[in-house]
Nanobody, 127 residues
């Protein structure tokens, strides 16, 4: 059975940084992308970033481009989301999601293509 588990959330001051981790068990998908989504209180869940299984192609939401970086370590079966210059609007529960199969690039920002989801980790940006 496949599981993905997020960690690394917490409380950070505006302008600060955090690294989120997404650990896949038993391993990362060899074909499918991994993505981060987030849901702020009272809002719909939204796409944050994705990384493909091969080739390293990434994609970011406009709101985080230039501040967040997604990376994967296949040896550790882990995907990271490095977040810097965090602002109050980044406060949300962050979810990791993994696609079991290779999906076209144009669809990787859509929630419904991801097969496995974690429980989420809370990120709170506040002074």
């Amino acid at each position: 059975q496949v599981h993905v588990t997020e960690s690394g959330g917490g409380l950070v001051q505006p302008g600060g940084s955090l690294r989120l981790s997404c650990a896949a068990s038993p391993r990362l998908s060899r074909d499918g992308a991994v993505a981060w989504f987030r849901r702020a209180a009272g809002k719909e869940r939204e796409f944050v970033a994705f990384i493909r299984a091969t080739g390293g192609t990434t994609g970011y939401a406009d709101s985080v481009k230039g501040r967040f970086t997604i990376a994967r370590d296949n040896a550790k079966n882990t995907v990271y989301l490095d977040m810097r210059n965090l602002q109050s609007d980044d406060t949300a529960v962050y979810y990791c999601a993994m696609d079991a199969t290779r999906t076209v690039l144009s669809a990787l920002r859509q929630e419904n293509i991801y097969d496995y989801w974690g429980q989420g980790t809370q990120v709170t940006v506040s002074s």
